[in-house]
């Protein structure tokens, strides 16, 4: 098949253009995050919750960092014996190191604040763009010329 004036095939050399648009909106995210979101968090009153910091403790760290996820009631005094500590301490001692490694408010805050500002310039961008295409407002136009569009 021929181009001509009004047909255009894509190239293999306009995927290219791919990498910086990806290298720039990974760099837009960045600083959206960092300067935009974390100044209209603290300026839409956002609050963090206060999490308490669990006490240092070697061997329930390494029993935390091999399993991540709540001990079971064996598990607990069994630890607990280790620590001499009571189940009830370690509990809580889980409790707090898991809350740690959670995102704060303003984190999440951050990121869903870039996806509502990037989906809703791409819906713009979209819709200014298609704007004036006869098929985005009929779908036979879709049709017209077939199977040589």
């Known amino acids: ?26 760099a837009l995210r960045f600083f959206f995050e960092r300067k935009i979101g974390v100044s209209l968090s603290k300026r839409l009153g956002l609050r963090e919750k206060v999490r308490r910091i669990p006490s240092l403790n070697p061997t329930l760290e390494a029993f935390y960092r091999k ?10 005094s069994t ?24 995102p704060s408010l303003t984190k999440k805050f951050c990121e869903t604040s870039w996806r509502a500002t990037y989906y ?24 017209v010329g077939y199977p040589q569009q």
Not at 5 to 22: G, M, N, S, T, V
Not at 125 to 134: F, H, Q, R, S
């Open 120 to 143: 809703a310039t791409s819906f713009c961008m979209a819709l200014a763009i298609l704007y004036n295409k006869p098929w985005l407002w009929d779908l036979r136009e879709c049709w």
């Open 67 to 76: 399993r991540r996820k709540t001990p079971t009631k064996e598990d607990l």
């Open 1 to 26: 098949m021929q181009e001509t004036e009004d047909i255009r095939y894509p190239q293999p050399h306009h995927l290219l253009l791919c990498l910086p648009i990806a290298l720039l909106l990974v």
């Open 79 to 102: 630890l607990a014996k280790q620590c001499n500590l009571q189940p009830r301490q370690v509990e809580r001692w889980f409790r707090y190191r898991l809350n740690q490694d959670r």
